[in-house]
């Protein structure tokens, strides 16, 4: 049995100021559409400024808001192939 090995680039791109990082998530699907999601991280006024970390718990947001976009596209997929509505698809 042969298998197609499949890619995805995902990208992130960080805005920040001192108090706010926003990370934009991009991931290109083989079928050439697209799926994008944003995430954001504020940092306290008390807070030390650190920017990566800012940015690790906006893109984390991003990446989870892409993931479920990512499993409602292919629950839509599924419903439209099958002519039925099936289950809904979760995390884990």
Do not use: C
Request: charged share 35%; hydrophobic share 35%; no cysteine.
């Amino acid at each position: 049995m042969t298998h197609t090995a499949v890619g995805w680039h995902v990208e992130l791109e960080f805005e920040e100021d001192e108090q706010r990082t926003r990370a934009a998530a991009l991931v290109r699907l083989a079928d050439g559409s697209e799926v994008r999601a944003n995430g954001y991280a504020s940092r306290h006024r008390s807070d030390e400024n650190q920017p990566r970390i800012g940015e690790e718990i906006a893109g984390a947001r991003a990446l989870n808001e892409l993931a479920m976009k990512l499993l409602t596209k292919a629950h839509d997929e599924i419903d439209e192939a099958s002519g039925r509505r099936s289950r809904s698809i979760a995390l884990g």
